[in-house]
């Protein structure tokens, strides 16, 4: 990572391109170039047979120039860096300030290109890349450019297990505005990885965090809940605010906000009354909530 800093104060996280990729890339363009030219010479000397040696000699010259240099300079230039070799291997020519480069930067790399890709089979540029910090050669170093990596491999983001049934929507009316983003990313490493601790030291871990997740909330610990299950459904109720705040969602008219500790309203659809005898309508037996085991804070195993 390259850490570029802007006039306006910003830091540029950037991956510049290193020798063995940049390489790559050029040699798919000059092979490109290459079928190209020899294509458009084939063609020349057909259409110039009649004419004298001199003629055709600077019409070959011409057509060296054009094909060679021309091609890549407007090709760098109409599409903001990405030649085909590039776009093959997943890279990008931008300014030292991260912006798209422009005629002029691509005409100072294809003037320097010429003696560093051409006349030099690439060895003055391998030997600047190597040199360089960032794995620039001459001409984008004159040029103020850098080539750097648009394809970067993400990591593999592990979900967060889901929390108890019973737990769902009891921490509705939580304050989590004062919860840093450091606590919440060490909550979720600690929960992605919790079954690849020991029992004891993933207990002591998960009352540590809750505790500190208690005292950004001000709210007391609730009663008869397991740590690891308390963060998991915190958590979860983070991540359904992002949703409803992302997609926009409201709570409906009227509906007030789930207290701290009570379990969530089951709210039904509306259904229209039907007409039915009264004979043949049979009470229907209501569940009681079943209440978790009572305990008291978040101690750890001993």
Known sequence: MSDLVTGDAVVLGLRPARLPSRALAILLDLVVYVAGYLLISVALVLATASLDGAARAAVS????????VGVPIAVETLSHGRSLGKLACGLRVVRDDGGPIRF?????????GVFELLMTFGSVACIASLFSERGRRLGDVFAGTLVIRERVPGARVMPVPPPPPWLAGRFGGLDLSAVPDGLWLAIRQYLTRMDQLDPQVGASMAARLADDLVARTGAPPPVGVPAAAFLMAVVHERQSRDAARAFRQQPPPGAAPVPYGQPAPVVMPAVAPVAVPLASVAPVPVPLPVEPPKATGFAPPT
């Open 61 to 68: 010259v011409a057509s060296f120039v054009l094909v060679m």
């Open 104 to 112: 002029r930067h691509a005409l100072v790399r294809g003037a320097f």
